[in-house]
């Protein structure tokens, strides 16, 4: 991700003090219940610790017993899609789901995918998902819908246009121009906010509008960097950033606000994949670097 190598320092930086944060808790980080659906009191030893280490499963008011069940758009590659040949999801947040369910004691279990804009209102709604993890960024108007875990991830936007184009910021903000969006993202807040000339097209899916800025139909497209990097890397190599947009967002895994110990459970495990360098060995495999 060339283009990520301003951010990286501070995604560094982040990491480090994440981890540093975290690790101050990391003695309590083995779950109860780790022998999946059995909910034993085997771990009332560390109950002084921390509400999460001494939830069983059943209290985790999991959709299905021994189960973590999940949900995300899966069109945001590097972080989710589905495999062509196989069918099932793959990518970063699909990996960190099933090592979260792992360290969890419990079986990872991805849904179909679903609209992003449908996300927020289906955690909430509780019943379908245990928690979202769908490169959803943490923002004060989700918090008051959902809870979210410890950021694990940095990103920006990007905004893209076809390579043989000469657009600007200035010039796409024009109302002959059309930027296609995925439809409830923060993408599409900031083409709102700072493309006021233009048409903005929210869609269900980011790639088709990859597709739509290759072929003509749409000028340009505002969408998540590290998204951005790899398509143009890896298929849409007729585009091109003109512009990160230094948003400084951070991801964070979405679970129902009433969920407190569900949240409890995968922040533990969170700090543990971080610690335990399940994290980096994640960012290599997807990013090809450590962030
Ligand atoms: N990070 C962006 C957001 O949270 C986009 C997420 C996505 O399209 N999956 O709005």
């Not at 179909?112 to 709604?125: G, N, Y």
């Not at 869609?203 to 951005?228: C, F, K, Q, R, W």
Request: a negative charge; proline letters at 3%.
């Amino acid at each position: 991700m060339e283009e990520d190598s301003k951010g990286e320092s501070s995604m560094k930086a982040l990491t480090r003090r994440g981890f540093i944060g975290m690790a101050a808790t990391a003695g309590m980080a083995t779950l109860a219940g780790c022998g999946s659906t059995s909910s034993s009191s085997s771990s009332s030893s560390s109950a002084a610790t921390t509400e999460a280490a001494t939830t069983s499963d059943g209290d985790l008011g999991l959709v299905e017993d021994g189960k973590l069940t999940m949900i995300a758009n899966m069109y945001f590659p590097p972080f989710e899609s589905m495999n062509d040949s196989t069918g099932e999801p793959e990518g970063f947040d699909i990996d960190l789901g099933k090592s979260l369910a792992e360290h969890m004691g419990l079986e990872a279990n991805w849904l179909p995918s679903q609209a992003f804009d449908s996300i927020v209102p289906t955690i909430k709604a509780g019943g379908t998902a245990d928690c979202a993890i769908t490169g959803m960024t943490i923002t004060d108007e989700r918090l008051k819908e959902i809870s979210f875990s410890d950021p694990y991830i940095d990103s920006n936007q990007a905004l893209v246009v076809r390579s043989d184009s000469d657009d600007t910021e200035d010039t796409l903000n024009s109302s002959d121009k059309k930027i296609a969006v995925q439809a409830g993202t923060t993408g599409e807040e900031w083409a709102r906010e700072n493309l006021t000339e233009a048409t903005i097209v929210p869609l269900d899916e980011i790639i088709s509008g990859m597709t739509g800025v290759s072929t003509g139909s749409y000028d340009g497209l505002v969408i998540d960097l590290p998204v951005a990097s790899n398509q143009i890397k890896n298929s849409f190599t007729d585009l091109k950033v003109i512009e990160q947009i230094q948003t400084g967002e951070q991801y964070g895994i979405a679970v129902n606000k009433d969920n407190e110990a569900l949240l409890d459970a995968i922040n533990t495990a969170l700090a543990e994949i971080k610690k335990d360098g399940t994290m980096d060995s994640l960012e290599q495999t997807w990013f090809g670097t450590t962030l």
